[in-house]
């Protein structure tokens, strides 16, 4: 399996916010809170085409990610991978880039995910701790690491 990233435009609104409802619907319907429409303009309303990167896996679009640059830290936004693809470990390998980056950038990495979904055991288990909880959602974050000392 070969990941890859390419870059995203405001023209590929649409295709991301499919993708979100694709990789979101069952865990919103779990919940009683699926509602496509909502997911649009939730969708919308933080996009920023700038740190938005398509997932490719072998070429194919698998999903995508957006991590924003905040102050003290980098904000996990959104990681989403298709059905097709989920469960293979594109997520984690996904993961894994913006965790190395966060730790060359000795930066904390901060992420909410939707409560009840799968997705809070998968930041759990790459190190992500609760730190708050709302409503919907609950809030984590990860640490930097110690980048490994290079040989000469």
Sequence with gaps: MNVTFTHTTSNDADTLVQIRIDAMRESLERIGRFDPVRARD???ASFDARYCRYILVDGE???FVLVRPE??????DHLYIVPAHQGKGVGAAVLDAVLADADAQRLPVKV??????????????HGFVKTAESE???????????VAAQSV
């Design 136 to 146: 919907w959602d609950l809030y984590y974050v990860r640490e930097p690491r110690p």
């Design 61 to 63: 679009k698998a999903g």
């Design 42 to 44: 939730r969708f919308l």
């Design 71 to 76: 102050s003290a830290h980098l904000l996990l």
């Design 112 to 125: 909410g995910a939707l409560r009840e979904s799968a997705s809070n055991r998968f930041y759990q288990r």
